[in-house]
């Protein structure tokens, strides 16, 4: 029942279905008590053994720690119980997520979600102001919008690098990629456009020489392509930064629309300076969770300004040290750190038992995920929000998994090479390998 709860919650959550169809009803509530109760039925005990788990219970705990110092106590008390909600969830998700099954099942689940999505943004999308993002809810915003759809794309192509059938994942992938990519390209988000390359970058360097030279070429066909799907307005502001071009432009209203993104650069300059410079002035509590924009709205006034920003950090890391304080974000980034280390061991890892190389395949997705959230993340402020800690969730539960099974297999080895018969016993092991079938390693300088 938990499991069943918690992929129609993730469902719902990345496809923002709900919002523009019944906003009303309460469906996420129930579904969210269900998978709780399906979490603590099955036990929390496992959770204490890893290390990520701990960083993040005491990041939130101190939030809670900052909120009696903040410049409006309820404001970021509020912050801190959704805080507290988003912890609980991250816990629950690696407790339902106890077998290879479940993951593969929520992965799948999670990739719907985000298709849906994109298929939402074509049809039913918000594109007068020149970027594609649905009409209400976390995803009306285009850079948020972007983050998502390359999460969507990193766990379309992990289903189809591990799918059994290959033709037939060949078949529904290539249209799902491509509808993600054309929303995702329609958004205009500069922040998307750098998660993206550096997605890109690592999908590169984790392939073999062949499917590297595959995808380079893909994307110089898919850079041809991609200003078929961009209107005027956004192929100009992806290429815009600091100053216009005015002789490129005839059109007033694309002229005007690139004002405001100019505008938007300096802007969100302006506030990761201010955040780090607070972070200096606070650097134990910060100014409160969520209050970086009534202080900096002070500040603006204390020095004779009409009012300030009014505008969060755009800067997860920032976010959280300006606001909650550097031991926030020291706790934040070293489960941050921890958890990609997890990852690129099961990546490197060389156990043959069965569904292992398809684990490994998936941690290096997981990773691009992981990375390509965070890079968007650099223009965002999400560190209060769901999406990082889904990802960190369905990593550290495949860590687990993995080691679980490896260590299951490497048991039922040493188990069979003790009893009589251990040959023949060995051989009914799933995943053994004859020693003739191995590849023959031979000694440097010595011809086999």
Known sequence: MGFLALLAY???????????????LRIPLVLFGLLLAGALFSGVTRLFSSRVNWFF???????AVAVPFSY???????LWRNSLKVIV?????????????????AIRVLAAGLLTAALLSILTGDSS??????????????????????????????????????????????????????SFLKTGSRGGLVAL??????WVLHSRMMTRMLLVMCACVAMLLAPFFMTDYVKSRLLTFNTIDEQEITDEQTASRLGGSVASTESRKQLVLESLELTATHPLFGVGPGMFPLYSDLRAKEAGLRRGHWQPTHNMFTQISSECGVPALLFYVAGLVVMVFSLRRIRQASDTFP???AMRETAGYLLMGFYGV?????????????????????????VDIYDQEAARYRKNLAVAAAAPGSQRDRRRLPGYRHPAMLPVRQTPGVRG
Not at 14 to 20: G, I
Not at 92 to 99: E, G, K
Not at 375 to 398: P, Q, R
């Open 72 to 78: 409006w106590r309820s404001g970021s008390f509020e």
């Open 374 to 398: 965070v890079s968007a993340g650099m223009f965002l402020s999400i560190a209060y929000g769901t999406i990082v800690y889904v990802v960190v969730a369905l990593s550290l539960a495949l």
């Open 89 to 105: 969830f991250f816990y629950a998700i690696q407790i339902l997520l106890s077998d290879w099954g479940k993951l593969r099942w």
């Open 57 to 63: 219970g005491m990041h939130v705990a101190w939030i």
């Open 197 to 202: 390359a550096v997605v890109f970058v690592i």
């Open 10 to 24: 993730f469902f719902f959550l990345v496809s923002r279905v709900l919002d523009l169809t019944v906003p009303q």
């Open 355 to 357: 569904a292992a190389e």
């Open 129 to 182: 102001s020149g970027r594609l993002k649905l009409q209400v809810g976390t995803l009306s915003d285009p850079n948020e919008f972007a983050m998502y759809m390359i999460l969507g794309l990193c766990f379309v192509l992990q289903l189809w690098n591990t799918a059994k059938n290959r033709v037939a994942a060949t078949m529904l992938s290539l249209p799902a990629v491509g509808l993600i990519l054309i």
